[in-house]
């Protein structure tokens, strides 16, 4: 059974099944059906878009993506070529630029599944997961509920893929895709128990133990690209986003310009995720980098015995991943952001807590409030004093976070840290 297909399901065939959308070519570009310039705009357009797709074919990605620039050039209102252009970009490794074809086809073809699930695993892929998560709610009715459900856990939100995917999952549209996505999503929460018994519902118990020992190995991915661009195969690339002459409300280009023209310049290829050891023979080499639970460190989950398969061991109480730092006493906090709720405050804690080394040995705080009628998630670090708060959000922007300095207002212990029955007391 391909491995790659049973656990990504509908979301590779979204991916990298066909680039047509179901429009017309002309996507109403042409001036009249006697204008010549119009005509002659079409036949490039579609030359360039046939090179594109052998090269994508080919997985070279900087080759289709100036033939995909070209055709989108001479027919810019064409939701076809915007989605060719896309994909061409996802191989490329160009995530941002990406990004932007997809929103530009979803605004010319607003009923393309397509279109939105590629747009949100791109803002996936530029680290923008609250924008994915935005867009995997407002495209909720056109895209699948399959697709959605992992692509929601890829997002952040682990807890509500889980909760889509288990009730597919115990519907009649029930399947192995279904059931191996919920699979992963368990995972990706860390929640590898239930990981286990779901995947070994459709899996030999061999496959299994090497399924949970790769996940393990990409349980830290270095970048926020890593996962996407595992998923696809190929290495994120510097992008500095698509040509502005490409905008969606951008003059044509005249005929006759070459394919080439519009094409940005060769993309600067990042080094790729180096693995601690190759994939078990037979297993595909798409993986994606469980979520690690802040109190709880990933490899402690798995005990290998000397010549013998991978077991799962309970814990009783989740050891420290790091050693924390003792409680402070100030009343100034670092914010570093506000939730959906408490769950996608946790994942985010936890990727920021593994990129930013200036958050180490720091426990996290939140807290809930409402905004214009709806409720969020504060998560933040403190108990300083104004001049440490400081010293330390300057550190975290200097390396590319998002933050601010207030003083106390009701922050109390994360909640996923407390003791259930436990009462804790703000500082």
């Known amino acids: 059974m391909n491995t790659r297909a049973l656990l990504l399901g509908g979301i590779s065939a979204l991916l990298l099944g066909g680039t047509m959308v179901g429009c017309a070519a002309n996507g109403g570009s042409l001036a009249s ?52 252009l896309g994909q061409s970009y996802l191989q490329g490794g160009r995530f941002a630029s ?61 807890a509500g893929g889980i909760a889509l995917l288990t009730e597919v999952a115990r519907s009649p549209e029930t399947s192995v895709k279904v059931r191996q996505n919920l699979a992963l999503s368990f995972a990706l929460a860390g929640r590898w128990q239930e990981a286990r018994v779901v995947a070994a519902a459709d899996m030999a118990p061999g496959d299994v133990d090497a399924r949970l020992e790769q996940w393990a190995l990409f349980a830290q991915p270095a970048a926020a690209s890593d996962q996407v661009a595992s998923l696809l195969g190929v290495r994120a690339a510097a992008d500095s986003g698509q040509p502005v002459a490409l905008a969606l409300n951008a003059a044509r280009v005249a005929p006759g310009v070459p ?73 100034w906090y670092v ?20 990129r930013f080394a200036v958050l ?31 010293s330390m959000c300057r550190q975290y922007r200097a390396k590319g976070g998002s933050c601010f300095v207030r003083q106390g207002a009701g922050d109390m212990m994360a909640q996923w840290l407390r003791r259930p029955g436990v009462q804790m007391a703000s500082r």
């Open 33 to 84: 059906a006697g204008d010549r310039s119009g005509v002659a705009a079409a036949k490039g357009a579609a030359t360039n878009a046939g090179k594109a797709q052998t090269a994508l074919a080919r997985r070279d990605g900087g080759a289709a993506i100036g033939y995909a620039e070209g055709a989108v050039a001479l027919m810019p209102q064409s939701a076809e070529y915007r989605m060719l």
């Open 98 to 158: 990406a990004s932007q074809a997809f929103a530009d086809t979803l605004a010319l073809s607003p009923t393309s599944g397509k279109a939105a699930l590629n747009l949100a695993l791109a803002q996936v892929a530029t680290g923008d997961w609250q924008a994915a998560r935005q867009t995997l709610a407002t495209q909720a009715a056109i895209i699948p509920a399959l697709d959605r459900g992992l692509a929601l856990s890829l997002a952040g939100d682990t």
């Open 335 to 354: 914010q570093l952001g506000a939730f959906e709720s408490a769950g996608v405050a946790k994942d985010a804690w936890g990727r920021a807590s593994r």
């Open 360 to 390: 180490a040995g720091h426990a996290p705080n939140g807290m809930s409030f409402k905004a214009k009628g709806e409720d969020f998630y504060r998560l933040s670090v403190g108990g300083f004093s104004r001049s440490a708060a400081d």
């Open 259 to 331: 394919a080439q023209a519009l094409a940005s310049a060769d993309p600067v290829e990042a080094a790729p995720v180096e693995l601690a050891s190759a994939p078990a023979a037979g297993f595909s080499k798409v993986t994606f980098g469980p979520r690690q639970e802040v109190v709880q460190a990933l490899p402690a989950m798995m005990l290998r015995p000397a010549g013998g398969a991978i077991k799962l061991a309970a814990t009783s109480a989740p050891a420290a991943a790091y050693p924390v730092k003792a409680q402070a006493t100030g009343s």
